[in-house]
């Protein structure tokens, strides 16, 4: 690690980093994922100015060597690159709306976590301050910030990704998607989703096999995940499938796996544990058998899923 830039005792402040402004990076929002994201840029040499509604929280960056900023409109003003990180996108345009006309000519990096319907709007909004804007999902943990696992995408204006792309490269791997503003916002969710249906699949396996004293760690090392990792194998198979709309079964036939799913509730019950997060799968997999899909495979599903 690189030494800091000053000495834990002396505090820069923004007026003192003018000449620096041109490859200067503000960071607004300091939690655990806002500060990784300002440590990030601080570790790369770039002057970096810090903001946080509660201001103690940037102490250990003015540490390491970031300016503080007293107000949101001091710290947009310090740097051409604004990089906000913050609960929610209400709470981004009630800090931004503080900015005033410090906005204009500026690019807003927005990695709050939202939905697509909300990256839109506050690309409307922070277009019409006269600010280029980009969205980003992060698909990272704090840690990760900065190493060759984390990945983050983005969306919006292909101007302004292409111009603060070296400093995006400094949290991972930088992917654009496109200029709707929506579209990283949208892959973040889906992403989200596959993983929230992964770990349901894991909770309620861990849990039916712990009612006979069977060890979550032995069952999820030894079965669990050789088994998931030959499952993620079929995926490509099922994607081109949906791509297709063809659905002919070419291994277990839906009706199949329907007794399957039943089974499997049926056996929590009289285990003693909640099928609920089995019950969604199996109402949308019966309901496709119902309409005839008996013979299709699992990826049919998808269909039901669309409505």
Same mark, same amino acid.
């Given at each position: ?52 509604? *509660? &201001? %103690?929280? /940037? ?11 007293? =107000?949101? $409109? @001091? !710290? ?21 709306? *503080? &900015? %005033?006309? /410090? ?11 939202? =939905?697509? $319907? @909300? !990256? ?41 990704? @292409? !111009? ?42 861990? !849990? ?100």
């Amino acid at each position: 690690m690189r030494e800091p830039i000053v000495s834990a005792h002396t505090e820069r402040t923004v007026e003192s980093r003018g000449a620096d402004r041109g490859s200067a990076v503000t960071v607004i929002g300091l939690g655990s994922m806002g500060g990784a994201l300002a440590g990030a840029v601080l570790e790369a040499g770039y002057p970096t100015t810090v903001w946080n509604r *509660t &201001a %103690g929280k /940037a102490e250990p960056l003015v540490r390491r060597g970031a300016a503080r900023a007293a =107000t949101v $409109a @001091e !710290a947009v003003s310090a740097s051409p690159t604004v990089i906000a990180c913050v609960l929610d996108y209400r709470t981004l345009r009630e800090i931004l709306s *503080t &900015a %005033g006309d /410090a906005l204009a000519g500026r690019t807003v990096v927005n990695l709050t976590n939202g =939905t697509p $319907a @909300e !990256a839109s709007e506050t690309a409307a909004w922070v277009e019409g301050h006269g600010a280029r804007y980009l969205d980003g999902g992060i698909m990272a943990v704090p840690e990760m910030i900065g190493g060759a696992e984390s990945l983050v995408l983005y969306s919006g204006s292909a101007e302004a990704f @292409e !111009a603060v792309e070296p400093v995006l490269r400094r949290f991972g791997s930088a992917m654009y998607l496109g200029a709707d503003p929506g579209l990283a916002s949208l892959h973040d969710l889906a992403l989200l989703a596959g993983m929230y249906g992964l770990f349901s699949g894991f909770l309620h396996a861990v !849990a039916l096999v712990g009612t006979e004293g069977v060890r979550a760690t032995e069952f999820t090392s030894s079965l669990l995940i050789p088994w998931l990792q030959a499952m993620t194998a079929t995926l490509p198979e099922a994607a081109a499938q949906i791509d297709a709309g063809e659905y002919a079964a070419t291994g277990s036939r839906l009706d199949m796996q329907a007794v399957a799913l039943a089974n499997i509730v049926e056996a929590s019950r009289s285990q003693g544990i909640r099928p609920d997060l089995m019950l969604p799968i199996q109402a949308l997999v019966e309901r496709r058998v119902a309409k005839g899909g008996g013979g299709e495979d699992i990826a049919a599903v998808v269909e039901e899923v669309r409505g």
